[in-house]
T-cell receptor, first 117, second 112 residues
Framework: DAGVIQSPRHEVTEMGQEVTLRCKPI?????LFWYRQTMMRGLELLIY????????DSGMPEDRFSAKMPNASFSTLKIQPSEPRDSAVYFC???????????????FGNGTRLTVT | TQLLEQSPQFLSIQEGENLTVYCNSS?????LQWYRQEPGEGPVLLVT?????EVKKLKRLTFQFGDARKDSSLHITAAQPGDTGLYLC????????????FGQGTTLQVKP
């Protein structure tokens, strides 16, 4: 089991540029979560998907942020245009939601450290 | 807005000492999870508690869920340098969307 795989590990970009973060969840997991971690605000849930469908995007800070999950094994988080205040570590996590609505523990990737200058 | 407040935020102790980290909320949670995160990595689940008053032990770590399911504590006995890291509590609700509310975390440094 390779775990949740995120890429890139580090991203440095200039303000105004588009940034795309990628995530491959654990095979067989049907729920996927995007979190953002900063010193000031800790871990914040941005959006989560169940069976590739976005269920709750209330944590997405602005329209500049968008996320997609075109299939069960891939998701992207896009920021366009990026701003310095978007600098943070972005984590993807996955879990298995059963038919009874119970979730297996969250498995996190190692994150993408984004720096917007 | 539901909040989980952790205390202390930072803790630096010597190897062999005991410590307790607290996680408090004004909201009731159906489950409470504790994670440990090391630099450059994602959080890793340590334990889940679901019953008020529940106590779970993981080697030198003892986790307790408050009777009212609003608070939790993590106690480490005889801390070791390998315990160094960021400890996060996270609350979840039944109906279980898998959505978790995370505390700000407690950074623990154990010096040899």
């Amino acid at each position: 089991d390779a775990g949740v795989i995120q890429s890139p590990r580090h991203e440095v970009t200039e303000m105004g540029q588009e940034v795309t973060l990628r995530c491959k969840p654990i095979s067989g997991h049907n729920s996927l979560f995007w979190y953002r971690q900063t010193m000031m605000r800790g871990l914040e849930l941005l959006i989560y998907f169940n069976n590739n469908v976005p269920i709750d995007d209330s944590g997405m800070p602005e329209d500049r942020f968008s996320a997609k999950m075109p299939n069960a094994s891939f998701s992207t988080l896009k920021i366009q245009p990026s701003e310095p205040r978007d600098s943070a570590v972005y984590f993807c996590a996955s879990s298995l939601r059963t038919a009874h609505g119970l979730h297996s523990p969250l498995h996190f990737g190692n994150g993408t450290r984004l720096t917007v200058t | 807005t539901q909040l989980l407040e952790q205390s202390p935020q930072f803790l630096s102790i010597q190897e062999g000492e005991n410590l307790t980290v607290y996680c408090n909320s004004s909201s009731v949670f159906s489950s409470l999870q504790w994670y440990r995160q090391e630099p450059g990595e994602g959080p890793v689940l340590l334990v889940t508690v679901v019953t008020g008053g529940e106590v779970k032990k993981l080697k030198r770590l003892t986790f307790q869920f408050g009777d009212a399911r609003k608070d939790s504590s993590l106690h480490i006995t005889a801390a070791q340098p390998g315990d160094t890291g960021l400890y996060l509590c996270a609350g979840g609700h039944s109906g279980n969307t898998g959505k978790l509310i995370f505390g700000q975390g407690t950074t623990l440094q154990v010096k040899p």
